[in-house]
């Protein structure tokens, strides 16, 4: 997930704006948005709270605990 780079990167003065991110339209999961779509050479960077994504609730009663 790219999220939480994309927070650290908006707030950073020194990655010069080059930065790789994998373009082209691509088939995104439907558990959460936005998805990270490239514009202009620019991604928006989600402004919601926590890292700004909304997950689908499915996803979480679907999900397995996994014992170690």
């Known amino acids: 997930m790219a ?3 994309f927070q650290l990167a908006s707030v950073s003065t020194i990655l ?3 930065q790789e991110f994998p373009g082209g339209k691509k088939k995104y ?3 959460y948005y ?3 779509d490239i514009e202009n050479g620019f991604i928006k960077v989600p402004t919601g709270p926590g890292l700004g ?3 689908d609730d499915l996803i979480f ?3 397995k605990i996994i014992n170690s």
């Open 61 to 63: 009663k679907k999900s």
């Open 3 to 5: 999220a939480p780079f």
């Open 34 to 36: 936005p998805h990270f």
């Open 29 to 31: 999961p439907d558990w």
């Open 16 to 18: 010069e704006g080059y």
């Open 53 to 55: 994504l909304k997950y």
